[in-house]
């Protein structure tokens, strides 16, 4: 499993989802421009949002597959999320996966929350490689994986699903040599040299 993980970072909280993200999470989810990227279901109904806070998203933290906290500011409003996902712990990698809320774009959230939760990723005993996939089309999502310091890798034919149809996927890495080597110091996301997450648990497969 993961463990029970909550990351602050200047201004900005990694938490895991409770009840009260059940609305904002029901606004963001069927959000246009989301919808356009992200095969989620639409609508997205209050049910699901509310399976997620309640449920979901804490099942599969235990069972290993993933980690999906919510990004909220220091008032704890909820600003969007961000997550660990297709985790293969015998190959020791993940994927991150992130979206923020419209009136939240714009401000390096994405970016910065991305960056924090594949460094911590990175930093566990059993992570070696994260990666973030993107539609050619999905200019913000590149933008996010070059300002975080991941590599681009190339493109996965036909790799992924949106509503539209199949679509070709950008494939973008960050491995644990990059941050000994000093890459995420070299791009200008405001993301920390050193996490210091409040665990509860140890990291198992």
Same mark, same amino acid.
């Given at each position: 499993m993961f463990p029970l993980t909550r990351l602050v970072v200047d201004d900005l909280v990694f938490r895991p989802f409770g009840k009260d993200d059940t609305e904002p999470l029901v606004i963001g989810c069927n959000d246009p421009e989301l919808q356009?990227?992200?095969?989620? #279901?639409? #609508?997205?109904? =209050?049910?699901? @949002?509310?399976?997620? *806070?309640?449920?979901?998203?804490? =099942? =599969? =933290?235990?069972? +290993?597959?993933? $980690? &999906?906290?919510?990004?909220?500011?220091?008032?704890?409003?909820? $600003? +969007?999320?961000?997550?660990?996902?297709?985790? &293969?712990?015998?190959? +020791? &990698?993940?994927? *991150?996966?992130?979206? *923020?809320?419209? @009136?939240?774009?714009?401000?390096?959230?994405?970016?910065?929350? @991305?960056?924090?939760l594949s460094r911590w990723a990175l930093q566990q005993e059993r992570i070696f490689r994260v990666e973030l996939t993107a539609a050619p089309g999905d200019i913000a999502s590149q933008r996010v994986a070059e300002k975080a310091g991941f590599s681009f890798e190339g493109i996965a034919r036909s790799g992924g699903i949106i509503h539209s149809g199949r679509t070709d996927l950008k494939i973008y890495s960050l491995i644990r040599a990059d941050l000994d080597r000093g890459v995420q110091r070299a791009t200008n996301s405001p993301l920390p040299t050193d996490l210091a997450p409040t665990l509860d648990g140890d990291v198992a497969g």
């Open positions: 356009r990227w992200l095969p989620l #279901p639409f #609508p997205y109904t =209050r049910e699901l @949002a509310s399976a997620w *806070v309640t449920t979901e998203a804490e =099942r =599969r =933290r235990v069972e +290993g597959e993933g $980690l &999906h906290l919510a990004i909220a500011d220091a008032a704890d409003q909820f $600003l +969007g999320n961000v997550s660990l996902k297709k985790t &293969h712990w015998r190959h +020791g &990698h993940t994927e *991150v996966g992130y979206w *923020v809320m419209p @009136a939240a774009r714009g401000r390096g959230i994405a970016t910065a929350a @991305a960056g924090t």
